[in-house]
């Protein structure tokens, strides 16, 4: 009855071995893809960041254009 015992616990821990050494190999296999991913995520976003700013420096060239002229209309009726 013992040596069935420790059978079986020695076949439990080897399996979680296994289980280990399975879930260790796929963790290593799919490393290379998740920092891929992260690359093109970090390149989109600084996309996104720069277009951000050329809509942010464009719409101040434009106020400042439609100011200007708004004011030059006003001298001119005046």
Do not use: C, W
């Not at 050494?21 to 891929?36: E, H, R, T, W, Y």
């Amino acid at each position: 009855m013992a040596d069935q015992s420790l059978d079986a616990r020695r076949i439990a821990r080897e399996q979680e071995g296994r289980m280990a050494a399975s879930a260790s190999i796929g963790l290593n296999a799919v490393k290379p893809f998740i920092q891929f991913q992260t690359s093109m995520m970090r390149v989109f976003a600084e996309n996104i960041e720069q277009a951000a700013r050329n809509y942010e420096r464009n719409f101040e060239a434009f106020s400042n254009t439609v100011a200007q002229q708004g004011s030059e209309a006003r001298r001119e009726a005046a």
